[in-house]
């Protein structure tokens, strides 16, 4: 009795209780795919013995195979035994092959969303901010020990690599931070001159520009533009030497990764970040000065001399200090996610985001801390 | 042994005149190379000799100065084109596996059967442990992230997904760099199992003396920017001064007079 064909691929026949099986042509992915039903349904069929005739397989990849073997290992769990006849020498090896195998592997990760794993995260999250705290100050350590050496024995920096990276840091980033601070000069003038001259004291746009790009805004640019340019480049820079193995191969040598790395890094930082600051304050001025001559009719005399009345030393001071603090921090935290890159080149990519919202995070900490800390002093 | 597709005459690859270029460093100059079906070829060549160079041109990745090459009966045209129509029929081992890290090794074993379309997800999923099994990764490597697993074990995944739509040709960079001895021979005795059985057709880029004299039909030697292409024999007696080298050094010895090869190169001359 002739049950069904499929595509002739497979031929089913029941002889005596004994389901005689027929393959025929190649079994390819495209075959496995056409029967993959009928043979599901075929395993669930009554039968006292299975007779599978290969005689006519032409050909066989491993889907092919593994529809077969599916369906063999199927039938041996019901006890019913199978047997094999006529299959070609070359065919069997890969039948073979499909057998050997478990599969009760999960393919996709198991799927994180209960409340359980929300804890879990939070918790996980929570302990590495801690971890990363403490670590970058024992970093922070490491590096005022390393510079102590220098102070001691001068001769030992490695000023070339200093230089380069104030090259790399603070020269190419003039453009950058000179275009956003005059920007944003130009933007405060103008509406603080919309506003304060409904009160009839538009000369005081001139104090609002001084005192908010000198203290503020000035040395709040250049570090969130630095971090973003350049404490992403210590990480990818760093951590792809990492991933290089080339800070191992500097620790064989002998050679302190502080020493070579870090600390060249940290030193130009610090160089650069005021300077930047004072350039960054003056294009701010000039962005506001602009505003002033042509939306308030000022003339640059009497900008400046409202200028000088407006601020004091200690204006342009209370932004300059907060740079090199802003430097070091900057520099830290991308060097240390740098160094915590860990094997892959994808590692680099994350690492190097993490550099950049913790240093950017971190300036803004810092310089919560320091307006409250100059308003207590009163400065 | 089986020979796949419509026409078996066809070589499974034809490189005629290829030259690359890289600025002025010309690497591979007039080049021509004929991949019989169901073969097995081993390429060999000193360092920056353009073996990786010269599989990437072979499936369309890198554009050549000059030449034609056929792969499967299609033109291969260097802009994307024939790779699609070929996707499937061919894969790709990379010498690190080129695992997308963002799968797990299960679903990378999936990507080519996704993008073949119209195969149920349970046969994907079946299949791919298949795969997992097939190429002697422990079963709990599919859920596994290719950054959980070594360097090897990247390599029989990597496998594993250029074998996923059983291809006709498979190309292997370096394929037994990194394994373990034992790991080696199993891939080997893998890749010889799956010609018996699929007619399928080997190219590999290899430094492995072993792998050559046990598996390889035939040897293409990258040199003076072209390929000399013999079987292990033939290779031996070969003039040049580096095939020489190659094929007489210490380590080809130990690997050529190992037994196996013995009877193979007795059973080939025979």
């Known amino acids: ?379 | 042994m089986q020979s796949p597709g419509d026409s078996p005459i066809d070589p499974a690859i034809t490189v005629r005149g290829l030259v690359t270029r890289f600025g002025s460093q010309v690497v591979h100059d007039g080049l021509d190379l004929i991949v019989e079906r169901g073969e097995i070829l081993g390429v060999v060549g000193g360092s920056g000799t353009g073996k990786t160079v010269l599989l990437r041109t072979i499936i369309g990745l890198q554009r050549p100065a000059e030449g034609e090459i056929t792969l499967l009966g299609e033109p291969v045209a260097w802009d994307g084109s024939s790779t699609i129509r070929l996707a499937g029929r061919f894969g790709m081992l990379f010498q690190e596996g080129a695992l997308f890290s963002a799968l797990t090794v299960g679903q990378n074993i999936e990507v080519p059967m996704r993008e073949r379309g119209g195969i149920p997800s349970v046969l994907m999923d079946e299949l791919a442990r298949l795969k997992v099994g097939l190429v002697g990764l422990p079963a709990d490597a599919c859920g596994k992230f290719p950054s959980q697993l070594s360097g090897g074990m990247k390599k029989r995944a990597g496998l594993a997904r250029a074998l996923a739509l059983d291809p006709e040709v498979v190309f292997l960079d370096e394929p037994t760099a990194g394994l373990d001895p034992i790991g080696a021979s199993a891939f080997d005795e893998l890749i010889l199992d799956l010609r018996r059985a699929l007619g399928l057709t080997v190219v590999m880029v290899t430094h492995d003396l072993d792998s050559l004299a046990r598996i390889c039909d035939r040897i293409a030697v990258l040199v003076n920017k072209r390929v000399v292409v013999g079987t292990m024999k033939e290779l031996v007696g070969h003039p040049d001064p580096w095939i020489q080298e190659y094929f007489h050094g210490p380590r080809a010895r130990a690997a050529f007079e190992a037994p196996a090869a013995a009877d193979r190169i007795g059973a080939e001359g025979g």
Not at chain 1, 14 to 26: C, I, S
């Open chain 1, 1 to 379: 009795m002739k049950d069904h064909t499929v595509a002739d691929a497979l031929t089913v026949e029941t002889r005596d209780g004994t389901l005689v099986v027929r393959l025929r042509g190649p079994w390819t992915l495209q075959t496995a795919l056409s029967v993959d039903a009928a043979i599901r349904a075929l395993a669930d069929r009554a039968a006292a013995s299975v007779t599978v005739d290969a005689t006519s397989l032409s050909r066989l990849d491993s889907a092919g195979a593994w529809v077969i073997q599916r369906t063999v290992a199927q039938f041996d769990r019901r006890g019913v035994p199978v047997e094999i006849v006529g299959l070609d020498e070359g065919l069997q090896a890969i039948l073979d092959k499909a057998a050997e195998h478990d599969q009760s592997a999960d393919i996709a990760p198991a799927p994180t969303s209960s409340l359980l794993n929300f804890l879990e995260r939070l918790g996980r999250r929570s302990v590495e901010g801690l971890h990363t705290g403490r670590n970058l100050l024992g970093l922070l350590g490491v590096v005022v020990v390393a510079s102590g050496r220098i102070v001691v024995r001068p001769m030992t920096l490695r000023g070339t690599a200093v230089v380069a990276q104030i090259e790399a840091t603070g020269v190419t980033a003039l453009p950058i931070v000179g275009l956003l601070c005059f920007l944003v000069g130009v933007v405060l003038a103008y509406m603080g001159a919309l506003q304060l001259t409904r009160f009839g004291a538009a000369n005081l746009t001139v104090n609002l520009v001084g005192i908010s790009v000198l203290r503020e805004i000035g040395i709040l640019l250049t570090a969130i533009i630095v971090a973003g340019r350049s404490g992403s480049a210590f990480a990818a820079q760093i951590g792809t030497m990492k991933v290089n193995q080339e800070i191992d191969a500097l620790e064989t040598m002998g050679l302190s990764v502080i020493d070579v790395l870090v600390l060249p890094r940290v030193i130009a930082l610090i160089i650069v970040l005021p300077a930047l600051t004072v350039f960054a304050d003056v294009a701010g001025l000039v962005g506001g000065a602009m505003v002033c001559m042509f939306q308030l009719d000022m003339t640059i005399g009497q900008f400046l001399t409202q200028l000088s009345a407006g601020v004091t030393v200690w204006s342009f001071a209370t932004g300059l200090i907060k740079a090199p603090v802003f430097a070091l921090a900057i520099a830290l935290v991308g060097c240390h996610s740098g160094l915590g890159v860990s094997g892959s080149a994808e590692s680099v990519g994350r690492q190097t985001t993490r550099a950049v919202v913790e240093s950017i995070f971190l300036v803004i900490i810092l310089n919560a801390i320091f307006a409250i800390a100059f308003a207590k002093i009163g400065i």
